[in-house]
């Protein structure tokens, strides 16, 4: 880990937080990382003998998903069948003193093993539970299973992806889980506050992986509700503002260009030769430069088909316009600019194969977040976590021995 990444005086601003995690995959377990990042202890819930499926996804190293060792990096890997009663009730026990829940599974499936909402509230009256799923806790769809791809179509994202004449495309990431991670730890982290600070009860946050998408989907329903308009995909571009969109340049490489700021654009314009469109008066506003969208586009393809890439960002750089070509894993990996923020680190696998992560956002400048262990093996802190519950070794080969843990 490098020393930027560390944090020398050994402070965390969640540090003295217990999370419990019930649930899988992503956007349940991605909320508990960003919460582990930042100095909390999650004590990840597992079923014993696969564990979370997340481990067998995509690319895997010696049977194990590299994605795991990064979502579920500080987490703490307990084995733990919810099903047995006995499972059940080490649950409870974790949750006496525990400050944050977070769970990802159907609705309703937690109530039937007893550790709904009402009964953990029971046992600790100051929980805070963060609960994730397709369409949320209510509604005429909460039975319904759903995952990201559901939900970025259902929240109008899918409708806005891809190209009019083409079928619909998706994100390269589970975008949807994402949104709703980050939608919980917001709310689990207010609900903390709300707590602490104003003397408030413990409570519950409904997350609905839709509702999460549909949240930032900025002026869709307002659009149309005023004036019947229905946004569509439409490619590259970004309909009612302009210019902004993604360029062939004379090598076959792509750049994307956002010269959609008044000030932006005239010197882009000027950059590129155009000084008659930088000095139009019709063009100085967003809302005249939209009427003449393709005009404008066609006069940046023009200049950009002209010249090679690289040309055409040290153009685009000098007159302070932003733009980027389209990058790679490689490219990512190989820009300084990501090294010099922190934001790529080395760390070892167990059988000592390197491996580069992710940094941690954001960036706190007095407490940042770190990574002090790679997502745990399969129950790796099993007998460390239920010995805080007083259950000695003995006790847990005797759990293990009837499938418990």
Known sequence: MSSKTSNSDGKSPLAG????????????????????????????????????????????????????????????SITLNLKSEKGQQIV????????????????????????????????NPDLVMVRVSGYGQTGPYRDRPGFAAIAESLG??????????????RM?????DTLASLYGVIGALLAMHHLKVNGGKGQYIDVA????????????????SVSGYVRACTGASLPGISPSNTYLCKDGQYVV??????????????????????????LARNDGRVEQNDMLDEAISRWTTSHDLDDVLKTLDAAAVPCSKIYTAAD??????????????????????AIDLPG???????????????????????????ASIGIDSSAVDELRAQGVV
């Open 156 to 169: 109008g994202l899918r409708h806005l992806a891809g190209y009019p004449d083409r079928p619909p495309v």
């Open 209 to 224: 992986l839709y509702e999460a998408v549909f949240g930032v989907m900025e002026s869709l329903v307002p659009e149309f």
């Open 360 to 386: 941690i956002v954001p960036k706190l400048s007095e407490t940042p977040g770190r990574t002090k262990w790679l997502g745990p093996a399969l129950g790796a802190h099993t007998a460390e976590v239920l």
């Open 332 to 353: 990512i990996h190989a820009d300084p600019h990501y090294r010099a923020r922190d934001m790529i680190g080395r760390f070892s696998l167990p059988d000592g194969q």
């Open 257 to 282: 260009i956002a010269g959609n700021g008044d000030s932006i654009f005239k010197r882009m314009m000027q950059a590129i030769g155009r000084n008659d469109l930088a000095g139009d008066p019709k």
């Open 172 to 176: 390269g990431v589970s975008i949807g």
């Open 17 to 76: 937080m217990k999370v419990i995690e019930l649930g899988t995959l992503i956007a349940g377990p991605y909320a508990a990382s960003l919460l582990a990042q930042f100095g909390a202890e999650v004590i990840k819930i597992e079923p014993p003998g696969d564990g979370d499926p997340l481990r067998k996804w995509r690319k895997l190293h010696n049977g194990t998903s590299l994605w795991w060792y990064t979502q579920s990096r500080n987490k703490k």
């Open 92 to 123: 409870r026990d974790l949750v006496r003193d525990a400050d944050i829940v977070i769970e990802n599974f159907r609705p309703g499936s937690l109530e039937a093993w007893g550790l709904g909402w009402e009964q953990l509230s029971q046992i």
